[in-house]
Structures are given as structure tokens and as C-alpha cells.
């Protein structure tokens, strides 16, 4: 218990202090300056540190395994199994696009930054890596599913599910790094060394902007969706992922990566995408807000289990 409490607390704490500094305006003395940095801190790490990690970790990391097609297998059959019951249940429920969207993504999307800082912090690179190979199935795929949920009333244009994926960075980060790994080809080591320092720094910047887009007021929100949604994302996609892999017999570490990655609350970046494309986006910030709330309670309890 004391290992989880060294692992969770820094990122914890990372998260309440960019909470507290856009709170209180930092690093202006003004919502506009302040509003304006965290923005400006997001799209730097989603645009330029975020994606340096992803490909350097893909690029080093050992595809030949004998358990990498599983892993493979076993991270695209838990979100697949969990997209069915989701349609199932819109096709019962009949929720429209706008509110289908944030139910997919409350459930199905997950907080990167959470996720790598805690399976490097219990598996160092090794755990860094095993959660870049699961990161290069789950990124593209989560994201054609939740601009499908959030346009799905009308007619998808099959241009305006690949649009977002062509112009992605982590996906684009995902794909140079498998495609250098396959080639044979290794990183000159100044390259390398540069790309560990920008990925040194994604981590952190990453959990200061978690904390900087949490919403309590967005909370008040229709309570009962958010305690359902949040409760499916932190317990039963948990227990999914971890039936899927014991059926695939993963190692330790694999099953590990795949039900930590399906225990993380969902991704700050799915608020702007439900803004984008005219879904409920309130209802989506107060599950942001509250998911990554009670994940500092679900992870403890996910993580001694494991």
C-alpha cells in the first residue's frame, strides 16, 4: 500500500496543483492571461512533448514478442466488447448523437497522461513502452469511434471519420514509431536524447493541464448520468479488461498496462472534441471532472488488486 501511495500521490498532487493555479489565475493576475497559458501549456504537450514520447518509446520498444499480437488482440477486444454494449444500449435507450457521444467517450476514452505516469513509475521504460504498444491500438480506434458517436444521426461520411485522424499527432506519433521500429533503423543518439528530454517533460506539464481543465460547477449536471458513466468507466471497464485478459492469458505486465489503461478516468481532450461537434458539452465536462475525481479513490483500489 505504501508503493501505491509513492506512485499515485505525485500524480495526485501534479493534478490538484494545476487545479489550484488556474483557479487562481496563474501565471497572470487575470482569467484572460491565465485562460490563454493553460490553453497555450495544452497544446503544447498534445501537439509537440505528448507525441515525442509516444515515438520514442515505440521506436525502442521490443515488437518481436511473443506476446505483442496478443496484447494486441486483447486491447482492441476489450474496447470492441465495450462499443457493442454501448450501441446496445443507445439503441434501447435511444439517446441522440449529441448525449451518445459523451457516453462513449465517458467510457470508452482514457487520460493518457494519468496512464503513462503510472505505469512508468511501477515499470519504469519497460512499462512506459508496453503502454505505447497498447496506446498505437486504442488512440486511433477510440477516436473513430467517438466522432462517429457524436455524428452518428445523420449520414458519416467515411472522409469525416479520417479527417481527424490524419491531422491527430499522438496517432501520427504512433505510426512514424512503429514504422522506424520495423525498418531496422535506430535513432541517432543526440536524436534520441533530445526526444527523452521533451518526453521528461510531457508527464508532468500533462497532469498540471488535467488539473487545470477540471469543472466542479459542470458537476451539478445531472448527477445521475455522471455517477453512472463514472462508475462504469472506474469498475466495470476494469473487470472487462481483466476478463479479456485472463482469456488471452496475458503476462503480468500486459494485463497490468490493459486494465490500468481501461481503469483511467477519460481524457481532458474530450471536451473539446464534444464542443466541436455540437454534443452535450457541459454533461461531457462535469464526467471529465468527476471521473478524474474519484479515480484518486478507484485506481488505489484497481492497482492493489492487481
Known amino acids: 500500500m505504501n508503493h501505491l501511495a509513492e506512485v499515485l500521490l505525485p500524480v495526485a498532487l501534479l493534478i490538484a496543483a494545476g487545479f489550484f493555479m488556474r483557479r487562481y489565475h496563474f501565471p497572470g493576475s487575470d482569467t484572460q492571461t491565465s485562460d490563454a497559458f493553460w490553453k497555450g501549456a495544452e497544446n503544447l504537450n498534445y501537439s509537440f512533448l505528448f507525441p515525442a514520447l509516444l515515438f520514442v518509446s515505440l521506436a525502442s520498444a521490443p515488437l518481436n514478442g511473443s506476446n505483442i499480437g496478443t ?3 486483447a486491447a ?33 476514452r482514457f487520460n493518457t497522461y494519468i496512464g503513462l505516469a503510472v505505469a512508468g513509475a511501477i515499470y519504469a521504460n519497460e512499462g512506459l513502452q508496453t503502454a505505447a504498444i497498447v496506446l498505437s491500438v486504442l488512440v486511433p480506434v477510440v477516436n473513430v469511434m467517438s466522432v462517429w458517436a457524436l ?49 521528461h517533460a510531457s508527464l508532468p506539464l500533462g497532469l498540471l493541464t488535467v488539473g487545470a481543465a477540471l469543472n466542479i460547477k459542470a458537476m451539478r449536471h445531472e448527477i445521475t448520468p455522471l455517477l453512472s458513466n463514472s462508475l462504469l468507466r472506474l469498475l466495470a471497464m ?12 496475458l503476462p503480468t505486465l500486459e494485463t497490468f498496462v490493459l ?48
Open 238 to 249: 476494469p473487470m472487462l479488461a481483466f476478463a479479456v485478459a485472463r482469456v488471452f492469458n
Open 151 to 199: 455524428l452518428s444521426d445523420g449520414e458519416t461520411h467515411p472522409l469525416a471519420l479520417l479527417k481527424p485522424l490524419a491531422k491527430n499527432p499522438l496517432i501520427l506519433a504512433c505510426l512514424a514509431g512503429l514504422a522506424l521500429n520495423f525498418s531496422g533503423f535506430g535513432l541517432w543518439p543526440g536524436i534520441q536524447r533530445l526526444l527523452e528530454l521533451l518526453a
Open 259 to 306: 486494465v490500468l489503461f481501461f481503469s483511467l478516468p477519460t481524457a481532458p481532450t474530450s471536451f473539446v472534441l464534444t464542443r466541436k461537434l455540437n454534443g452535450e458539452a457541459e454533461l461531457m465536462a462535469g464526467v471529465i471532472t468527476l471521473q478524474t475525481i474519484l479515480s484518486a479513490l478507484t485506481l488505489t483500489v484497481v492497482l492493489a488488486v492487481l
Open 71 to 73: 496484447l494486441y488482440y
Open 76 to 108: 482492441a477486444s476489450s474496447l470492441g466488447l465495450g462499443f457493442i454494449l454501448l450501441v446496445l444500449a443507445r439503441f434501447i435507450r435511444h439517446w441522440p448523437a449529441a448525449r451518445f457521444g459523451v457516453y462513449l467517450q465517458g467510457i470508452l
